[in-house]
């Protein structure tokens, strides 16, 4: 996870860790700190991981974290240097301990720190339209435009030669050259991801952010919402048409090419050179393969492999799909 | 109908309103005062209502109206107290009668009576962005906060602890507590009824609004119109995801999940706990039951019963559609 | 192609034309001026046209035009007095040679040339709410109402009655009389329009605009793109709903009915008369004929001839489809 755009609370005393997820251990030096929480490949020592499949078995044996939030089952996994904390879901306790190091995440108020653009250091950098806000933490590269009513909040950072239209709310985005974005967007807000427990809905953070590669272009009236954990990517020289929603965790390679109304959904990944027709649907957690075709109004629900043509509902070989329906 | 924003331009002479109709009866006090226009179950004496089909027998026979538009052969299901007003083409008739008594109703021009949130009351109530428009006939909360560019034009009621964010538009709605709006939404327009009539549209009045329970959480640019004769209502603690449409009149239980880009059509009732995966659509005048699971992508087409998993288009039981389509 | 409102940078030398193309003709008066690019049909003597398709023989016959971009197979339908400029790939050239002749048409920065509604002349004349910006080039009739934060960009002609809402943006856009447009609405955008050439898109001009005759209403969150080179035309009386998006050099015939989040990509005819359920999606370069009636949902990937009813995903007749999902 890099790039994140949001403040660490931490560090945070293992007591305090143990007291949110409702856990008595001893033998613990209860004012440990604890600087970070990760996934189970990317943590360091003084850092709390979790860990709640065997699919991630062979992430889980490695790990460095010094902490993970893990079940009885699972537990015999870890390395002797990873202290077990044993919760009932790990994901719900999971979500609890990262609210602790980045509440910031969690929910996404209206960002009031913006100025108006010609109260900024922007105002002889950029141009800009009439009513354009500009929040915190934001750098913006030269040659820019960014239009009408757009809001560019706290922690987005823009490169060069880019044109932003009217009417756009971005935050915690990272966008590189030469990208335009058009008109109504909302990019970078979190994504539709909580537990639903005992009739309330629990949100978990969204520390991940949107990192847009150089010369693509998003149409109007979309969004793109920033990840969970990991980032959500738009990838080099990648084309969206108006009204596509992109959601958390979702990767699309570069040169792809995305018709309108098309929504993906949470965590799946799309290869490069990548073709979509207008109004597919992507099921979630997915793998695309690369020079995909998918058919207008498919629905795909299963992995497709690299140089595939698929059409239909669920998505099959486009031949199999006409043929099927002469 | 309870909760109505509109005014009713009433009380009016049966005499005009047979005016308008182009009913010609004799026999009547033609400076009768007409009060209201409601359904069949819920007007009252000195109110006029409407019968237009034999689904209603039960309904029509219990009236308490005084007049009700209707056909030569539904009359004879009114009781003796209902004077029956024959009419071709009964919704339209009603719709201009309607028309009379809410004029307001009909249209939905930009709001002109909206001030600058800081030359309002609210200014040391709430916090708000910038360029925060807010109408007449509006109440909100404690501890609200409103984003960037939005306008609560008017007939709009905020309950505590909601978070509404940019470049929002909301109008006859009630919003209850801790409810959350993320951005770029449009909120309680009137829905897309209206009669094709000689090649000209004719409008009909949406006197229903939009109820949004405690806990809800509307994502990025989504539309929820409101109803025409009665509510639109979102359950308590539901949450939708970013575009989602939800038409005039849709019902929405409690807990319910609903990804995104999904479309509900019109007088659709969907039941608690019902799951709804991103992209799938609902015809209208349906009934969905309670804890329900809808695919994504699903186009569903008929009633579905309670505790029932469906997928496809048209939808069907999940495993039937997973066999079909291995 | 009638109705422009992109400036034509024209005449250009043949000289340049060539250059640009990478062509080394000879016999050439190399000052000779052209004025203009157009298809095969409308060209005139001094206009350059391409032709890149045997579909088009017939046009291609009879074209006026003095140089057409073509290849070496289709050459010889040409008459006598259009000179061949022969290319690899006749519609990349002929984007590069529009691009000279229209470069304002080829990307949608914001408008800078907009004022404050109430810093124009229009002052007086309509209604409009706060913060309304009114760009060049923009003409507007009695009676009209313009909602708030709504931007009227330049290139835009809008007639008596019409009532825009809030939160629009409108460009190179015709509206007619009695049109209602209600919120959130981007209008007259360049289409998703381009060459996919070595990892690069290369834009092509959109020079056409959107058309909205009279008595339409556009709903809540809609996207009309206007025409690459012929224009994008809503037909009288048609009544979208929200979430609609329409690609470039769509036409969509009187009378016609457009339910929630329909698609209809680039370049289809829709008749008179059609009415389209909600979510249904129309691929590209078809024809739907006078009193179709789609069902909610539809895939529609073929030709639909007159008063047929279709339904499915690919469509096809109703009975059929509710026939074979009993």
Do not use: W
Request: charged content about 20%; hydrophobic content about 35%.
């Amino acid at each position: 996870m890099s790039n994140s755009f949001f403040k660490n609370y931490g560090p945070i005393s293992i007591y305090e860790i143990l007291k949110k997820l409702g856990i008595d251990l001893k033998n613990l030096k209860m004012n440990q700190k604890i600087l970070d929480v990760k996934d189970l490949q990317n943590s360091n020592k003084n850092e709390i991981t979790f860990f709640h499949s065997k699919k991630y078995n062979d992430l889980a044996r490695n790990t460095k974290a010094s902490f993970c939030i893990t079940t009885k089952n699972l537990k015999k996994e870890l390395p002797k240097t990873c202290v077990s904390l044993i919760v009932e879901n790990v994901l719900v306790s999971t979500s609890k301990v990262t609210s602790m190091f980045y509440p910031d995440a969690l929910y996404d108020d209206f960002d009031e720190t913006v100025s108006s653009a010609n109260q900024t250091n922007f105002k002889d950098k950029i141009k800009f339209g009439k009513n354009v806000l500009i929040g915190k933490n934001v750098s913006i590269g030269s040659n820019c435009k960014i239009g009408h009513n757009t809001i560019i909040e706290k922690n987005v950072t823009l490169g060069d030669n880019c044109s932003i239209g009217s009417n756009n709310i971005i935050r915690n985005t990272l966008i590189k050259n030469n990208v335009r974005i058009l008109d109504n967007c909302v990019i970078g807000k979190h994504g539709f991801g909580f537990f639903p427990i005992k009739k309330q809905n629990l949100r978990y953070p969204h520390i991940g952010i949107v990192i847009i590669e150089d010369n693509c272009e998003i149409g109007c009236g979309s969004t793109i919402d920033r990840g969970s954990m990991s980032n959500t990517v738009i990838g080099r020289n990648t084309y969206l048409d108006n009204q596509i929603h992109i959601a958390h965790n979702v990767k699309i390679g570069e040169n792809s090419i995305i018709a309108g109304q098309v929504g993906i959904a949470g965590s799946s990944v799309i290869g490069k050179n990548v073709k979509i027709g207008g109004q597919a649907g992507i099921s979630g957690h997915l793998k695309i393969g690369n020079n995909v075709e998918i058919g207008g109004g498919s629905g795909v629900i299963r992995d497709i492999p690299d140089n595939t043509k698929v059409m239909g509902y669920p998505a099959k070989n486009i031949r199999e799909f006409l043929r099927d329906n002469k």
